[in-house]
């Protein structure tokens, strides 16, 4: 069995038109969520023996803030093919790891990482998690999938069951939809 990870990005700011959608960094609000989720993480007690990450600046700090917060420094694999990837493309480089080792975690965008897991996890009505993720996989929320594989590689649509999701409203309702900053 596998363990994947999913983590969007957190917040990112809007407010300087000049920069590259690839260069935003995280806003405050953002700053806030990445820190608060690296600890629900670490305290779901999973060991990631690889972080998959776009190296997009807004994904990047997500992770710095993340781990500063858990205290935890998994080794992180950058990789430009994750930045804005679609679902398609993700299983891709999920199917290369080698090495294999026992849990991923991707970081990086939507719409991508939540068709990750519609693609994963079977639409036969057994997860209400799933469902969640339908009317929305906001930034900075966190899911893990269980894999019934052996390899990466042998990774396969409807092949999981999401076992885990939260997002950053579900720890601290400053940080849901409502409120802005």
Known sequence: MKTLGIFRH??????????????RPLNKRGRKGAALMGLHIRDHKVKWNRILASPAVRAAQTIELAEEAAGESPPITW?????????????????????????????GHNPGLEDVIFDLVPDDGSSPMRDVVEEKFPTAAFAVIELDIES??????????????????????????????
């Open 152 to 181: 990466w590689s042998d990774l396969a649509d409807g092949r999981g069951r999401l076992v885990h999701l939260t997002r950053p409203r579900d720890l601290d309702p400053e940080l849901g939809p409502q409120i802005e900053s």
């Open 10 to 23: 957190a917040k990112s700011d809007w407010n300087d038109a000049r920069l590259r959608d690839f260069d």
């Open 79 to 107: 990789d430009r093919r994750l930045y804005l990837a679609s679902s398609a493309t993700l299983i891709d480089v999920l199917r290369e790891q080698k090495g294999d080792p026992r849990t991923i975690m991707l970081v």
